[in-house]
């Protein structure tokens, strides 16, 4: 079973505008919205790859219920913790002048210690020896630092491997319970590690540590140079073919969401990072974020250069 955690969910509204003007009314020519989150955005691709997922995390007011409706016309089984705070709107302009988007993100809700209880409960009731679980994005208000641990922590006891895609705070204190696998960006490695620049020597040296933790494969994205990782200690680099991007936003999720589903299939780790790399390149062929089509999937994976370092 596929399962996605998203603690810091939003409504995403995309607003496309002629010219953006700093301190004028804007008028939009269209609006479109969206089930915006991390964990949301990989399991939207888990979907659209073919596999069941469940989604979990927290959901509050009107905004929540507009997402739990949303996710299940996308045939995606909810099963989220409901809190008393607002679920976020978070907003995109784009503008169609020059294509550049300025984004305003609200802060995510405070969430009370039962809420909190009440999902790691959650988690462990879906979590079994056949799970992989995602953990992905932002945490919530009042949320400790170590809360993906706590959750991490409950669905390793129960057999289930764990990728986690966090940052700072976040991702340091996930990593100490020992997930399967991480992923984070070039600049979340470079805070994770203290290293002036990404390199292959610096990551080598990391995954080593990490896997005395539990953590199996470390995975670095590097935006349009693909990915460099060390999957059960052997270094691999995998380069996504060049496309006529629409809209990578996303892209990284999506690529999280083709490793599980890869994975899970029971694919090796290289044919893995190939099609997570090809899922990843799919995604921003698309405007809407989170949505590939699987015909480009397959004519991707072909382009798709794996070679181990």
């Not at 008028?27 to 596999?51: C, D, P």
């Not at 890869?262 to 090796?268: E, I, K, L, N, V």
Request: one cysteine or more; hydrophobic letters at 40%.
């Amino acid at each position: 079973m596929l399962v996605t955690v998203t603690l810091n969910p939003a409504v995403d509204r995309r607003l496309y505008v002629p010219q953006l003007t700093h301190g004028r009314i804007q008028r939009a020519v269209s609006a479109h919205a969206s089930a915006g989150g991390k964990g949301l955005n990989v399991a939207r691709v888990i979907r659209q790859l073919g596999e069941d997922v469940v989604a979990t995390g927290f959901l509050g007011g009107w905004n929540g219920e507009w997402i739990r409706r949303r996710l299940e016309q996308d045939g995606i089984s909810c099963c989220f913790t409901p809190i008393a705070g607002e679920t976020r709107i978070c907003l995109n302009m784009i503008d169609q002048s020059d294509g550049s988007s300025t984004e305003v993100l609200e802060p995510g809700p405070e969430v009370t210690e039962d809420e909190m209880a009440a999902l790691l409960d959650r988690v462990g009731q879906l979590c079994t020896p056949d799970t992989w679980l995602v953990v992905s994005g932002s945490l919530p208000g009042q949320c400790p630092p170590d809360y993906y641990g706590q959750l991490i922590g409950i669905a390793a006891s129960r057999g289930a491997r764990v990728v986690l895609d966090s940052s700072g705070a976040a991702l340091k204190a996930g990593i100490l319970a020992g997930p399967y696998a991480i992923k984070p960006n070039e600049e979340e490695f470079l805070q994770l590690t203290g290293a002036e620049r990404f390199s292959k020597e610096a990551l080598a040296s990391l995954a080593h540590d990490l896997q005395r933790r539990g953590v199996r494969h470390t995975i670095v994205s590097l935006g349009a140079e693909g990915c460099t990782a060390v999957l059960d200690g052997s270094l691999y680099k995998a380069m996504p073919p060049e496309v006529k991007a629409v809209n990578p936003v996303g892209s990284g999720d999506s690529f999280v969401a083709g490793l599980v589903v890869a994975w899970q299939r029971g694919a090796s780790d290289s044919d893995a990072l190939r099609f997570a790399s090809a899922v990843g390149a799919a995604n921003a062929l698309s405007e809407a974020t989170g949505d590939v089509l699987y015909q480009d999937i397959e004519r991707l994976c072909e382009r798709v250069s794996v070679s181990r370092l």
